[in-house]
Every structure is written in C-alpha cells, then in structure tokens.
C-alpha cells in the first residue's frame, strides 16, 4: 500500500506542475518568450529604457507568472531611470559646466550631446563652440576641431587668446591650420 500511495503522489506532482497557472498561459516559457525577454533585459541594460519598456509590457500578457513578475519589476526600474536621466538645468552655463565634467571623465559622446543641446537653445553660445573644439582636438578630430574653434573665436574674439594657452589643443600645435587661426597676425 506505501508504494500505491507513493506513485499516485508522485503522479500528483507531475500533473500539479504541467498545468498553467492562468488561462491560456503555459507553465513553461517558450523560446521565443525567453527570446523576447533576454532582448528586452539587453534593451534595459544598454540604458535604452523607452524600447526595454515597451517590450516588457509586451511581455507581461503572455509570459508565464514568474516571468510577468520579473518583467513589472524590470519595467518599474526602467521607469525610474528614465526618470532620473532627465537633467535639468538653471542656465546653458550650468549645462556647459556639466557638458565639462562629463569631458573630463572622458564621457565624449555625452558631452557633445550637452554642447549639442546648448547650441540648439543659443546658436551663438560661443563657449559651446569652443568646448567641441576641445573635445574634437582631445579625440583626434581635426576637422570638426578647426570649425569648431573657428565658430567660437568668430563669435568672442577671446577665445582665440584661450586656445593659445590652453593645453587641451596640444595635439593641434604640429597643425599649420590652426596656427593660422591663432595667429593670424603673423600669416
């Protein structure tokens, strides 16, 4: 009688856990449900929170309960930073200052994006003119250097008398071009 009794609970286990939790849902993800999680848990983790959201409320509906749990929990911290990468700032200048921070700590790609935003608020800002000047001459891009530079000293002439002092330009010294540009009393 035990060995009766054991297999039809052993039985009960296996027909326990093959049926679905909810409606319509099977108890096991498919391959493509884990696909399209591990897709959305790489969109969260490249900092792309609006797609990682979109694709984890896509998820919730048809995942299975463990999966739709982990998939609110992801999409409440998706949420959250989202909401914490929005940066506001008092003035363009406090922006500028940020836009230098991030160019300091070797953040490039941020940091132009920072000068970008300021220029689309005040084209003629020429401080932002001359911080992608720096930034092009610290990544070795002499092209976007001297229009940058040439942007910034056409707009505050002072910034002409900055860029011969300032050491982030070093690698633009060999160039004949710039000396022109900081010099052009000499040419």
């Known amino acids: 009688m035990t060995s009766d009794s054991h297999t ?23 391959a493509q449900t884990l696909h399209q999680y591990q897709a959305a848990l790489q969109l969260m983790q490249t900092a792309k929170y609006e797609k990682a959201i979109v694709a984890f409320d896509k998820l919730i509906a048809t995942a299975t309960p463990e999966i739709a749990e982990r998939c609110k929990m992801y999409l409440s911290a998706c949420h959250r930073q989202k909401d914490r990468g929005k940066l506001s700032f008092d003035s363009l200048e406090e922006r500028y200052d940020y836009a230098i921070s991030l160019l300091n700590r070797d953040y490039f790609e941020e940091a132009r994006e920072q000068f970008h935003e ?70």
């Open 118 to 187: 300021i220029l689309a608020e005040q084209p003629e800002a020429d401080y932002a003119h001359y911080g992608l000047a720096v930034l092009a001459a610290v990544t070795g891009q002499t092209e976007e250097c001297l229009e940058s530079l040439s942007q910034a000293i056409a707009r505050n002439e002072r910034n002409r008398l900055q860029a011969r002092t300032d050491s982030d330009f070093q690698a633009m010294l060999e160039d004949p071009r710039f000396t022109e540009l900081l010099y052009p009393e000499i040419s």
């Open 8 to 30: 039809a609970s052993s039985s009960r286990r296996k027909s326990a856990s093959s049926t679905p939790n909810r409606p319509g849902v099977p108890a096991t993800p498919s």
